[in-house]
């Protein structure tokens, strides 16, 4: 029970720490109750009475069993039955409740530090239960702070499943998840003056509101706070006769100032910044907005900071010279900062400050109060641990100890008006004697704190509500008695939290979050074990943002998190060369070497292996974005996101306004439609009573008239729709006869240029002057023996310019590099392979004949014997984007290439070709070989053969050596059916870099061989037997692979010019082709890619019905893709197979053909929903234009174009809705 976890946490080990540090560091150096004090100034412990009653409390814990006899209530209740729980003794005898808790003991604290004594005087059962995500259970608080990031989540997925929880401790931030399923507390705080609940601070109460509801019970309160070292100070005042800083020009010139020098007399370079990281959901932007608020808002917390609150659009108060200045500051600040060092959060946030590697420390003001007073700034030989001597320590000049001070967060002169699209200088004063042409009034100026030689300081505490971690919901679905148990406990808690708060009852990140924790009365609480220069800093910082009006709520809008995540995932690419990222942590993790695989908690801000060159790169000013573009992104972002929570269009944009103005304490925007009197109400009811009656009349006039007429539209109109149907499923089977035709053979022919000649030209040439200068081969079918007679290799890439594919010769020298390792290890002359690459292969002036060799890339990648990825490290001559394997995966064309080599070839022979040479691209799955087959080629030089075995894909691998025979990955030395190479033929071997060989099999000679060219063996990739991270990686990038259609497409970023069809449009009848061969094969040699895909999604994900397809102007339609193609072609084969004789359904949605032309668009009005639609010609294919319809009422439902009209038939073939599709269809001819 609760008793058992306190104990488990106040008697944590001081040598271990709790085991939530990613490095393996010790954790928070707190003291046990009673520890003596060490030598290196470590805080004492308090005495005298508080003391007394802790030890008291702590024994009759440990020797009193709860009996709730007349013995007990006499002798045992008057030691616990304290303050709210004076009157309870016993009240809750053999009653239980269970509450999830955050897995920290520093921030469940205020909580677990009363559990026993709340049990003991009332009887009842608090079992406390740490959330561990399922990933780290049993490993206590793994992965840093996992589990305190997720417990809302764990909370919101027991709230509305199992609900074995009567209440949730979470973060303020997850209160909003919770609030439908927790109850509202209002009508408990109203009946419980005991709670006090006026001395909680107004922002503190407000974080855990949602709209009118209390929805939960606050126990922490947080905003950002600074502490300087006063040495460093002096120093700079010194050195360059500027004062303390206390704006955020002045800090970042402070810290920049100190930024690479010694500061701890070590010898070695130390920092400006501490604590800047991207921990968790915090990272920059608590940064940012601190800087920003200060530059934003003067006027009062309803001014607000992130949106424009007199916008009804909710417009982001992003582009403006005040947001561009607190970026710019933002960067210098974290280019000053340790954010590039490894380490993780000891490090970063405790280790470094307390050892003096810095300047200032920033962060929140738990973790400020925390490392305040862990012990003194200084630097043992070794841990300052365990009383060990400090060799150095910041002093005053008579050489005794100078500490740090927390100050005043920094703020700025100026500010932004925003009537006038200016920045001006801030002043208290008004009247005569000020200059409005450049100063404004700040009415929240406070002349003792914010005025300095003249200047006025705007400042703004920034209440970062995504770290008050802690909160007390109750469950609204428990039982009524178990949740006035948590209430009471609730009341208990949260009125007995100085003790907790003050830290005398162990180190915690909470803080004060009564005004009576810092009155006079509360002194004795903090000193000790505070000293009373700390305590004062701490208590004037802590009133000021408690009592300010000029306060910079957290963002309290539905899903917060979605706005957080958009604005730190640019901050990073503002500050770093990290783009693109999909996410926040992918763009966090991209600034370590080896992304998360070697730093699994890089997503939390910290890891082993910072990428040194590209902070370097960052702090010279180079980065993915300017100001411009986080501006211009960040709008998007914004607006994406608040679609996503509100709405689309002029509604969603209202309300998403209306909340946020109710987040700063304003009302919401009036209704724009009132009746303008009750004259005119009464009026308008007797008007629409008179239309009731008149239209009860005509109504019943046409319904005698509808009933006769409607049994003949009835059968009419059916008849209709079921002609229709019938003509849509003929054109659905003839799109699976041509799809399987089209990869039978070449659409145009193969063209390939020699090896010996593709190295001598320099670089990559155009398809039109090799053929001028007849160096290229034209092959006319994939039955031709050129195929049987030369090696061929297939080269793709990612183009790295926009009219040339590689301005630099970047991939032209790694595919020479590979060619020639190719003729090297096979034995062919260079003559004897010929290279296939789109530049030099495919037509670049002719578009007709150009798009019929796209159209046969599929059956091209898919027939050669080597399949090359040129992917070196490079970057974009147009874009900027640094190009790799990475980018190179993410393109549909080249999925779509990988997708045909595998489906018929496997991944044996699929390679990078990267600087440091070929490597597989499939290096670590777990392989199974297809039967293999032999035929025979002349072997290099004429005089001799060389066994080459193959499968029905067409893969193929050359022998060792006479003699000897290659075992690769579990293949047999001597697959049935090959014929072994003549003695004294002609060897033809590979012996490639490590990850590359293969062994030899051990009856033969040692030479190695390699699958360069192998057999193809399918990989498996379900999880089966022993599989290493690796090879589930590996597994994993694979099925990436197979995801052709949500690759990136040049296409589509371009909006399609003049309408052309979409490239997806263009793969559709390919890859079903592949599709079918893999289908008909699945319980054979293609078991196994099929198996992938039905794993890594399902046949709708991998071939979805619709896309949306963006016009030139913008607009988004909805077209078909796939629709019934892969459940028709699935269908067909069974039939063919013998497994069923009949179709198993009508399928009727054709899928995409681009045979037409592309239409021409016109913005026409839809009964469901406004986009352009196409007027299509009168040689359209039927059915070519059928998308699928939002309804989840219905199977399948499609809306076919034709004209202007649209079409809605279910086909489950219900008589409604093929009526009301009929009667759509009937009312104009299709053109």
């Known amino acids: 029970g609760g008793g058992h976890l306190i104990s488990q946490v106040l008697c944590l080990k001081r040598d271990t720490g709790p085991k939530d540090f990613a490095d393996g560091r010790p954790g928070r150096r707190g003291h046990r109750a009673g520890a003596t004090m060490p030598e290196n100034g470590a805080r004492r412990r308090p005495g005298g009475l ?35 729980i004076a009157n309870m003794c016993c009240a809750n005898y053999g009653q239980t409740a269970v509450m999830m808790t955050v897995p920290s003991p520093w921030h469940a604290r205020a909580v677990t530090a009363r559990v026993d004594q709340f049990q003991r005087c009332t009887g009842g059962e608090i079992r406390l239960e740490q959330y561990i995500p399922d990933f780290c259970r049993g490993e206590g608080f793994c992965g840093g702070f996992a589990g305190l990031f997720e417990v809302g989540l764990g909370a919101l997925e027991d709230a509305k499943g199992a609900s074995v929880y009567d209440a949730y401790m979470t973060q303020a931030m997850d209160v909003p998840l919770l609030s439908e399923f927790v109850e509202d507390l209002v009508p408990r705080i109203r009946d419980a003056p005991e709670l006090r609940w006026g001395d909680v601070m107004a922002q503190v109460r407000r974080a855990n509101a949602v709209g009118s509801k209390q929805a939960a019970m606050p126990f922490d309160f947080d905003f950002v706070n600074y502490i300087l070292r006063s040495d460093l100070v002096a120093l700079y005042a010194e050195e360059t006769g500027r004062p303390e800083p206390r704006t955020f020009e002045e800090l970042a010139d402070f810290g920049e100032y100190f930024m690479g020098r010694d500061l701890n007399a070590d010898g070695e370079p130390d920092f400006g910044f501490c604590a ?47 947001f561009r200045e607190a970026l710019e500051l933002t960067r210098r600040m974290w280019m000053a900062s340790l954010d590039s060092e ?48 400090f060799v150095w320590q910041p002093t005053k000049p008579d050489g005794t100890y100078l500490p740090p001070r927390r100050v005043f967060p920094p703020g700025s002169e100026t500010v932004y008006v925003r009537e006038l699209g200016e920045m001006r200088r801030c002043t208290a004063e008004i009247g005569e004697g000020v200059d409005e042409d450049t100063h404004v009034h700040c009415p ?50 949260n009125t007995e939290a100085l003790g907790v708060v003050s830290q005398n009852e162990g180190p915690t990140y909470l803080d004060p979050f009564r005004r009576s924790h810092l009155d006079e009365e509360a002194e004795r609480w903090w000193l000790p074990p505070w000293t009373r220069a700390n305590y004062e800093d701490m208590r004037a910082t802590l009133l000021w943002a408690g009592s300010s009006a000029n306060v910079l709520p957290g963002l309290a809008l539905d899903d917060r998190d979605g706005f957080e995540y958009a604005l730190e995932k640019l901050l990073w690419q503002y500050f770093l060369e990290v783009a693109p990222c999909a996410d926040h942590v992918a763009c966090k993790c991209a ?31 180079h980065a993915s974005l300017d100001e411009d573009g986080v501006v211009s992104a960040l709008v998007d972002e914004y607006r994406r996101v608040g679609e996503k929570a509100y709405g689309a269009g002029p509604e969603g944009r209202l309300a998403m306004a209306n909340a946020y103005r109710e987040s700063i304490g304003l009302p919401r925007f009036a209704s724009e439609h009132h009746e303008s009197s009750s004259k005119h109400k009464k009026r308008h009811r007797r008007l629409v009573k008179s239309l009731y009656i008149a239209a009860g009349v005509v109504a019943g006039a046409l319904l005698l008239a509808a009933l006769v007429v409607g049994g003949r539209a009835v059968r009419r109109t059916y008849a209709k729709a079921r002609t229709l149907e019938i003509q849509t499923s003929a054109v659905v089977e003839k799109q699976c006869d041509e799809a399987r035709n089209r990869i039978r053979n070449f659409q145009a022919p193969f063209v390939a240029v020699p090896a010996s000649v593709f190295v001598e030209l320099g670089g990559c040439q155009p398809h039109e002057q090799l053929r001028d200068e007849n160096k290229l081969t034209f092959v006319d079918s994939v039955k031709d023996d050129f195929f049987n007679n030369y090696l061929t290799v297939f080269v793709s890439h990612q183009w790295l310019g926009r009219d040339h594919p590689d301005p630099k010769n970047a991939q032209y020298k790694v595919v020479c590099a590979a060619l020639r390792d190719v003729a090297k290890q096979s034995g062919r002359p260079m003559a004897e392979i010929y290279v296939w690459l789109d530049f030099l292969s495919i037509p670049q002036r002719c578009k007709a004949v150009q798009r019929l060799n796209i159209f046969s890339l599929p059956c091209i990648a898919s027939s050669v014997d080597v399949f090359v990825v040129a992917a070196p490290k490079a970057t974009h001559a147009f874009t900027g984007e640094a190009c790799d394997a990475a980018t190179y995966r993410a393109r549909t064309w080249c999925r779509a290439e990988i997708f045909a080599h595998c489906a018929r070839r496997g991944v044996d022979v699929m390679f990078y070709a990267t600087e440091k040479g070929l490597r597989p691209m499939f290096p670590k799955l777990r392989w199974r070989t297809p039967k293999a087959s032999a035929r025979r080629l002349p072997a290099p030089g004429g005089d001799g053969d060389v066994t080459i075995q193959t499968t029905s894909t067409k893969s193929v691998t050359l022998d060792a050596p006479a003699g000897t025979t290659a075992a690769v990955a579990g293949v047999p030395a001597s697959p049935p059916g090959a014929t072994p190479s003549p003695r004294g033929a002609p060897s033809a071997s590979f012996e490639m870099s490590p990850s590359v060989a293969v062994e030899a099999s051990p009856h033969h000679s040692p030479a190695k061989a390699s699958s360069l060219l192998s057999p193809p063996r399918i990989p498996r990739c379900a999880p089966c037997g022993e599989q290493t991270p690796e090879a589930l990686a590996a597994a994993e990038t694979f099925r990436s692979c197979l995801d052709v259609i949500h690759g990136q497409l040049t296409c589509c970023g371009c909006r399609h010019p003049a309408g052309q069809p979409c490239d997806r449009e263009e793969l559709v009848l390919p890859i079903m082709g592949l599709f079918a061969e893999i289908y008909q094969n699945r319980r054979g040699e293609t078991r196994d890619i099929y198996d992938a895909l039905m794993e890594g999604g399902s046949v709708e994900y991998y071939f979805p019905k619709t896309f ?42 054709p899928g995409a053909d681009t045979r037409r032309e592309a239409p021409p668009l016109e913005d026409l009005p839809s009964r469901t929903r406004t986009f352009a ?59």
């Open 276 to 322: 800047l990281n991207g921990a968790g959901p915090a990272g920059p932007q608590a940064m940012l907005m601190s800087v920003a608020a200060a530059k934003l808002q003067y006027l009062g917390t309803e001014q607000g900071s992130f949106f424009d609150p007199s916008s009804k659009d909710a417009e982001p108060l992003v582009d403006n010279p005040a």
């Open 50 to 84: 508080i003391s007394t009653f802790v030890f008291l409390t702590s024994v009759a814990a440990a020797d009193t069993e709860i009996s709730c006899t007349a013995a007990y209530k006499r002798d045992v209740c008057p030691l616990h039955c304290t303050g709210t």
């Open 1108 to 1149: 949306e397809y963006e016009t030139p102007f913008g607009q988004v339609l909805t077209r078909p893709l796939f629709g019934d193609l892969p459940r028709a072609m699935m269908d067909l084969i069974d039939r063919e197979q013998g497994l069923h004789e009949k179709k198993r359904t009508a399928y009727v949605i």
């Open 591 to 621: 600034a370590y070497e080896g992304g998360i695989g070697e730093n699994p908690n890089c997503g939390y801000g910290w890891g082993d292996f910072p990428n040194a060159s590209m902070w370097a790169r960052a702090r010279a000013g």
């Open 444 to 493: 929240h100026l406070d002349a003792a704190r914010d005025e300095r030689g003249g200047a006025w300081i705007n400042r703004v505490p920034y209440f970062y509500s995504a770290y008050q971690h802690a909160s007390v919901s109750i469950n609204a679905g428990a039982p009524t008695a178990r949740r006035d148990l948590i209430w009471a406990f609730a009341v208990f808690a």
């Open 342 to 389: 490894p380490g993780g959060w000891v490090f970063k946030h405790e280790t470094a400050w307390l050892e003096g590697r810095c300047a200032v420390y920033n962060w929140l003001s738990g973790s400020v109060s925390l490392v305040t007073n862990m012990r003194d700034v200084g630097r043992c030989d070794g841990p300052c641990e365990g009383g060990a001597p």
């Open 1173 to 1231: 639609r196409p007027r299509f010609f009168r040689q359209q294919t039927l059915g070519s234009h059928i998308t699928t319809s939002s309804r989840a009422t219905s199977r399948h439902s499609l809306a076919y174009v034709a004209g202007v009209r649209s079409l809605s038939i279910s086909t489950r073939r219900s008589p409604f809705g093929l009526i009301l599709a009929a009667l759509d269809c009937g009312r104009r001819p299709r053109s």
